[in-house]
């Protein structure tokens, strides 16, 4: 069974950084998708970025130029780096991860993905 272990988060100025850490455990495969969505109360939860199975990213109109996918290859973790955030990005964010291989586009949606973090706090004061 997979298991998605995520962690970081907190509380920032606007203008500044936090990281999300996230990791999935338990493939048989060595490729897998692993992305990131966040919600706010009320709203439905939102694509944020994804680094696929080709070891691609992608990053919704939102926050791209801001937020960045890298690998930690040590411990097997991807990391969020998120830039110059704003008080419109405080949320809830998720960590969410499939063996599946996406049709075009189809990494969006949340359905896509069987394995789901616990979800972390992000606030930004203004």
């Known amino acids: 069974q997979v298991r998605v272990v995520e962690s970081g988060g907190g509380l920032v100025q606007a203008g500044g950084s936090l990281r999300l850490s996230c990791g999935a455990f338990?493939?048989?495969?060595?490729?897998?998708?692993v992305a990131w969505f966040r919600q706010v109360p009320g709203e439905e939860r939102e694509f944020v970025a994804v680094?696929?199975?080709?070891?691609?990213?992608y990053y919704a109109d939102h926050v791209k130029g801001r937020f960045a996918i890298s690998k930690d290859y040590d411990t097997h973790m991807l990391i969020l780096e998120m830039n110059n955030l704003k008080p419109e990005d405080t949320a809830i964010y998720y960590c969410?991860?499939?063996?599946?291989?996406?049709?075009?586009?189809?990494?969006?949606?949340?359905?896509?993905?069987?394995?789901w973090g616990q979800g972390i706090q992000v606030a930004v004061a203004s």
């Open positions: 969410a991860s499939t063996g599946r291989e996406f049709s075009d586009g189809s990494y969006v949606r949340a359905q896509e993905y069987g394995s």
């Open positions: 338990g493939y048989v495969q060595s490729r897998y998708s």
């Open positions: 680094h696929d199975w080709r070891d691609m990213s």
